[in-house]
């Protein structure tokens, strides 16, 4: 059995796009929140203590923040893993 060949054509095109929205997105968006709230979870919580009745929305805005950046920075990456069609007259304009 041969394995599939990145040739560029509408099926593997479709294959990289449907694993990068099933399985590289999600997992991206929990390893940068993990990171980020790993570290800056420890230092904050002190500060969350302290902040008496407000410290539940403080803490709720920060966790809405770290989800926001998480998304972000997931799909700015896998924006560039996303399959781009070729294009003869776009590579003709570079040389």
Do not use: H, Y
Not at 41 to 58: C, D, E, M, V, Y
Not at 76 to 88: G, I, S, V
């Amino acid at each position: 059995m041969r394995l599939p060949t990145w040739d560029g054509s509408a099926n593997t095109q479709m294959i990289a796009k449907v694993l990068i929205v099933t399985i590289v997105f999600p997992v991206l968006v929990n390893v940068v929140l993990a990171l980020a709230m790993f570290p800056i979870g420890f230092a904050l919580t002190p500060l969350f203590a302290r902040a008496g009745a407000w410290s539940s929305a403080i803490q709720k805005g920060f966790v809405t923040v770290m989800v926001a950046l998480a998304l972000m920075a997931s799909f700015w990456a896998c924006r560039r893993l996303w399959p781009r069609e070729k294009d003869d007259d776009a590579q003709a304009k570079v040389v």
